[in-house]
């Protein structure tokens, strides 16, 4: 069966320090992997999205970048936090569009 | 318009009543919807699928589609406590988008 790990499970990071979060799918192979961020009580922002190996598309222009070195591996990065980069952030796998999404277990960042 | 729109809630309902939760999408050419269940803190659970119009029953689970009306919702018949938790609904077009959530309280 597929699993998806992600981690670490909590992070607090002063501003103006890096980021470095890691995502990884086991059971499958060519997963699209994406990066959503879920401020407190609100909905669930796009972040970036991957097909394939080295193929990054984001939807929203900020500090953070993400990379997927890895059929397997997504993660996501920031060399300067800002405070408003706080909240929970999720991976997620599928097997393609009009399939439904797993989410890994997130991880909460505080900037603080 | 938002994209996918929720009512935030709360709903609030008593144990063993049938809660209905609804979520309108503003592109027609959608062609995948789903159901998640976040419980506080924790990351969302997929619980239902639904591609094409009707009604799809899981357990006691129900999700309705109606492409014409742009109109999905769920059904959670004799609902338990276990059940208080957000529920997102998802459709995807090119990509997955989500609603902001409907928070249900299932009271004893």
């Known amino acids: 069966s597929q699993t998806i790990h992600q981690w670490p499970a909590t992070l607090v990071q002063p501003v103006g320090s890096p980021l470095s979060l890691e995502c990884t799918v086991e059971g499958t192979s060519n997963p699209n992997l994406y990066w959503y961020r879920q401020a407190a009580g609100r909905g669930l922002q796009l972040l970036f999205y991957?097909?394939?190996?080295?193929?990054i598309s984001s939807e929203v222009p900020q500090n953070l970048s993400a990379s997927r070195p890895q059929d397997r591996q997504f993660i996501l990065s920031s060399k300067k936090l800002l405070l408003s980069d706080s909240g929970f952030y999720l991976c997620a796998w599928s097997l393609g569009q009009g399939n439904g999404y797993t989410f890994g277990s997130g991880t909460r960042l505080t900037v603080v | 318009q938002k994209e996918v729109e929720q009512n935030s809630g709360p709903l609030s309902v008593p144990e063993g009543a049938i809660a209905s939760l609804n979520c309108t999408y503003s592109d027609r050419v959608s062609q995948s919807f789903f159901w998640y269940r976040q419980y506080s803190g924790k990351s969302p659970e997929l619980i239902m699928s639904?591609?094409?119009?009707g009604d799809k029953e899981d357990g006691r689970f129900t999700a309705q589609l109606n492409k014409a009306s742009q109109y999905v919702s769920l059904l959670i018949r004799d609902s338990q406590p276990s059940d208080s938790a957000t529920y997102l609904c998802?459709?995807?077009?090119?990509?997955?988008?989500f609603g902001a959530g409907t928070r249900l309280t299932v009271k004893p």
């Open positions: 639904i591609y094409s119009n």
């Open positions: 991957s097909v394939g190996i080295g193929q």
């Open positions: 998802a459709v995807n077009t090119n990509d997955m988008r």
